[in-house]
């Protein structure tokens, strides 16, 4: 399996812009699908974006399409998530994961992160 570490979350203002990375340890970042989640309180953790291993494909959630977007860097051994228009409803703690596939199921993903804190004032 992969260790996972989050960065970039923080406090931001209603339209404003996030980018969160998402570090791997070891040689095998390439041989994994990534996925982004999150979870507000009192919330289930829901699926944010996914990429494939060679970050050809992508899915989003439907709340996020044309806001969000998900890339990897395999030589950084890193993956991001872009968000743009950021909303007080995205306001959660966003964590990232590895899978063997980009349209993995949340309970077919492993390794997750500890994850980073995203708040959206209004």
């Known amino acids: 399996q992969v260790q996972l570490v989050e960065s970039g979350g923080g406090l931001v203002q209603a339209g404003g812009s996030l980018r969160l990375s998402c570090a791997a340890s070891?040689?095998?970042?390439?041989?994994?699908?990534m996925g982004w989640f999150r979870q507000a309180p009192g919330k289930e953790r829901q699926f944010v974006a996914a990429?494939?291993?060679?970050?050809?494909?992508?899915r989003y959630a439907e709340f996020v399409k044309g806001r969000f977007a998900i890339s990897r860097d395999n030589a950084k051994n890193t993956v991001y998530l872009q968000m743009n228009s950021l909303k007080p409803e995205d306001t959660a703690v966003y964590y990232c994961?590895?899978?063997?596939?980009?349209?993995?199921?949340?309970?077919?993903?492993?390794?997750w992160g500890q994850g980073t804190q995203v708040t959206v004032s209004s």
């Open positions: 994961a590895a899978a063997a596939s980009w349209m993995a199921t949340m309970a077919q993903y492993h390794s």
């Open positions: 070891g040689r095998t970042f390439s041989t994994y699908a």
């Open positions: 990429i494939s291993r060679s970050g050809s494909s992508t």
